[in-house]
């Protein structure tokens, strides 16, 4: 066995807390949010009290080029300047103890800031999350930080005494006998077991400063820690934040950002995104990559043609990553994307079935404007065919790092606006044949998915094409633009031979009923009117109601076969899959003009 790279160190959860608090420890501001539920925190604090093993921290030490780095956790201050260790394993748990002993702040997933509230019962040892019924309740301590800084400031007795006092006074109104000796003696003992619960053993290994990025990313995938799987993207925003702090608070605030609808801010109707989605875009348009663990060997100074690792090859790599995410954090760069995949036809994040088109699109489009100088007019054209194609043939889904890579490599050949325009139309004409439309795509939505990036792009050509909805003159795109609808939906996605009809004539099985050719989109009236009656009963009433010509526009428009009210329902869903097909090629002939 070669020489162990980690030592064990005995802890108790009070020093680490203390250590993560004073900034002796650092829990790397990247790996937030917090994703643990409340719950979840109250049920380790039970396991704790009750003896239970908890798991195990792991740590890695500090080499000397980490030591003017800094990472924080909430809004504590500090008494170190720099970590000595960062926490490799076993960040939540961390996290868990210092936000709930002391009352510390985290960000939830929305990277809003939130406190983490466990209540205490000191004569039953029960823990509870917190609600206003237990803030109310005399006989808990609604929050346990309460008794930990009260131990800080050495007022641990005035608060012992100040719940007896409460509690008594609340059973006197209930006309309950108050506590006994024996009861407060018993309040006593447990609030210095939860006290006690400083001196919890938990065990902690300490990677030695020696390792390097790839032995730790190693142990940093390989590891599980309390159920949360750890992955590269883990390890690869922490690196950062050892490297950038301030860096990692951009990204962080543009993250943040793109949930909250704001003048001059990442928010879209996309993609909330997360830290990292911009890393995956700083290393593609910087490096040409698009694996991630391509990440952490250049965060650390590897020379990716050479192989050779080096301080000013790990100095020029973060440079070029930082420059990238200029450009990827750029708001005109990133709204004008946004509005280009508008064009294509996908106008809500409810049509988006995989992150990953928008997040390689994007750096596609940082490329192409950069490296190539497509203007605006040609940007515009060139993207939003290709999201469009992209999206519908399931380009990014499956081997998508493969896939992504294979393009990079292609376009090391390419070296001109012109060829880079001519490379994008070649690529989409190899997947947008005419057997694609006439056979591939028709085949592809014969699909009862609920997730289909066909159905969602066959609504997106319909949005292209400036459709209305069926028997409506309202366009289609109006309902999927932001709070049009409030809270209930104001359209519905349809059953065109409704799912209790088709239940009558003998078709039991959501595989047949929920059949992508049987759904459209209605408004909520029209939704209401047509309810579960069958084709032939609501034809004749939207016949009369539209005239015969806006009847025939309305069946066109929404892939429809001539009198379909009549058809075996197969033999509808067989043709109308041919028509949808023929709306999506439609749709992206009206993207080439």
């Keep these: 066995m070669e020489k162990e790279l980690f030592k064990n160190i005995p802890s108790k959860v009070g020093d680490l807390v203390k250590d993560v608090r004073n900034g002796r420890i650092g829990l790397p501001d990247l790996q937030r949010p917090f994703v643990w539920k409340d719950n979840k925190v109250r049920e380790l604090f039970d396991s704790m009290l009750k003896g239970y093993p908890i798991g195990y921290i792991m740590l890695w030490e500090s080499p000397a080029d980490y030591e003017s780095k800094k990472s924080t956790i909430g809004n504590n201050d500090k008494t170190y300047d720099e970590p000595k260790e960062l926490v490799i394993d076993g960040q939540q748990r961390l996290t868990a103890l210092v936000a709930a002993m002391f009352a510390v702040k985290v960000k939830d997933k929305n990277f809003v800031e939130r406190e983490i509230k466990i209540s205490y019962n000191p004569l039953t040892c029960e823990f509870a999350v917190w609600s206003q019924a237990y803030e109310k309740d005399p006989d808990w301590i609604s929050r346990i930080s309460d008794i930990f800084l009260a131990k800080e400031d050495n007022s641990i007795s005035s608060l012992r005494r100040r719940y007896i006092k409460e509690a008594n006074e609340s059973r006197l109104k209930k006309e309950v006998p108050p506590l006994t000796d024996t009861e407060e003696d018993k309040i006593e003992d447990n609030i210095n077991a939860l006290l006690n619960l400083l001196d919890y053993s938990l065990p902690t290994l300490e990677i030695s400063y020696n390792a390097d990025e790839e032995d730790v990313a190693d142990i940093f995938v390989r590891v599980n820690s309390g159920g949360q799987k750890l992955t590269e993207n883990n390890f690869i925003q922490t690196l950062i934040s050892v490297y950038e702090n301030e860096t990692g608070d951009r990204i962080n605030a ?144 499956g081997s998508t790092e493969t896939a992504v890579e294979k393009q990079f490599a292609d376009l090391r050949d390419v070296h001109s606006t012109a060829d880079f325009i001519s490379y994008i139309d070649r690529v989409i004409e190899t997947r947008f044949t005419d057997d ?68 009558t004539i003998g078709f039991d099985t959501d595989r047949d009923r929920n059949q992508i050719a049987n759904y459209t989109y209605l408004d909520f009236s029209t939704n209401i009117e047509i309810s579960d009656k069958p084709p032939i009963d609501y034809v004749s009433y939207y016949r009369h109601k539209l005239g015969e010509e806006g009847y025939r526009k309305a069946c066109e428009n929404h892939a429809l076969p001539d009198n379909f009210e009549n058809m075996e ?19 992206y002939q009206r993207l080439c003009e």
């Design 254 to 397: 543009f993250s943040a950002e793109s949930r909250i609808p704001a003048n001059n801010t990442s928010y879209n109707t996309l993609l909330a995104v997360e830290p990292s989605h911009l890393i995956r875009m700083a290393v593609g348009v910087g490096f040409r990559r698009a694996r991630l663990r391509y990440a952490y060997m250049l965060l650390r100074g590897k020379n990716l043609e050479t192989g050779k690792f080096s301080a000013e090859e790990r100095s020029e790599n973060l440079r070029i990553f930082k420059d990238a995410l200029d450009k990827v954090m750029n708001l005109n760069n990133w709204h004008g994307f946004i509005n280009i995949v508008g064009e294509a036809g996908y106008i809500s994040s409810k049509l988006i079935a995989s992150s990953n088109a928008v997040v390689f699109s994007y750096v596609l489009y940082l490329i192409a404007k950069y490296d190539y100088k497509l203007d605006a007019a040609q940007l515009k054209k060139c993207i939003s065919k290709w999201f469009f194609m992209s999206s519908i043939t399931y380009f990014y889904t």
């Design 436 to 503: 694609y439309f006439r056979l591939t795509l028709p085949n592809e939505l014969n699909s009862a998915a609920a997730i289909s990036p066909v159905w969602y792009g066959y609504v997106a050509a319909q949005i292209i094409l400036s459709m209305p909805m069926l028997f409506s003159n309202t366009p289609v795109s109006k309902y999927f633009v932001l709070g049009s609808s409030g809270t209930k939906n104001a359209i519905d996605k349809h059953h065109i031979f409704p799912k209790n009809y088709l239940t």
């Design 569 to 587: 329902y197969m033999d509808f869903l067989s043709q109308r899959r041919i028509l949808m097909a023929q709306t999506v090629q439609k749709a």
